[in-house]
């Protein structure tokens, strides 16, 4: 029996991954949390507040970079080994968290929660500045990393911070997004195409 708050979140996620927000009624969710309609009205009136909840748990903090990467790393070459780990270690939650053996689209845990991505930017109100600040974030966390590389001269000293902290994004959310349709982000992939790239810029 569902009692609190976090799990009726932690059970709707699993409903708003495979079904679409307008196709995912309150007693659909319900039934999921495992309790009647009063259950998950008595914490949320409406769906798009529990809706709202979900993607502050599951998107803005979970995304937010400062919960999944550290800027303590001495290097570029450490902090890139910590951003694979923190990558890793945030898929594998969501892998173990929706994971349940039901995949009626034959899709992998990484391709529902591209789509959940997608429902957040249309459904969440004005939700494209948090977004776009979560974005940022990260970016400035890649091109302060970068710099201190450069500066120590752990890199080329003609390195163009800007373009490199975006490559490295780009590497990043092009990888995670192509391989989503299939079996979902290759971590060993991944490293890889930093350990590339980062060939490329060390001095």
């Known amino acids: 029996m569902i009692t609190n708050r976090e799990e009726v979140i932690d059970k709707a996620f699993k409903v708003f991954l495979k ?7 309150i007693s659909t969710l319900a039934k999921a949390c495992g309790v009647v309609k009063t259950g998950v009205v008595y914490y949320f009136p409406h769906k798009l507040d529990l809706f709202i909840a979900v993607a502050d748990k599951f998107v803005l903090q979970l995304q ?23 990558v890793s ?26 789509h959940f991505l997608s429902q957040v930017r249309m459904y969440y ?11 940022q974030q990260e970016y400035e966390m890649w091109k302060k990393v970068i710099q201190k590389a450069k500066d120590n001269g752990e890199i080329k000293s003609d390195t163009d911070v800007s373009k490199a902290a975006r490559l490295f994004r780009e590497v990043f959310c092009g990888l995670s997004y192509e391989q989503s349709f299939l079996n979902g ?15 490329f810029l060390k001095a």
């Open 64 to 86: 937010s970079p400062a919960n999944k990467f550290t800027t303590s790393a001495n290097t570029l070459a450490e902090f890139i080994d910590q951003y694979v780990a923190g």
């Open 185 to 199: 982000l290759n971590i060993n992939n991944l490293n890889d195409s930093f350990q590339y790239l980062y060939s």
């Open 125 to 135: 109100p004005n939700v494209r500045q948090k977004i776009a600040n979560i974005f």
């Open 19 to 25: 079904m679409n927000y307008e196709k995912a009624s």
């Open 89 to 114: 270690n945030t898929m594998k939650g969501i892998v173990n968290l929706v994971d349940d053996g039901n995949d009626p689209y034959d899709c992998c845990p990484n391709f529902y929660y591209i």
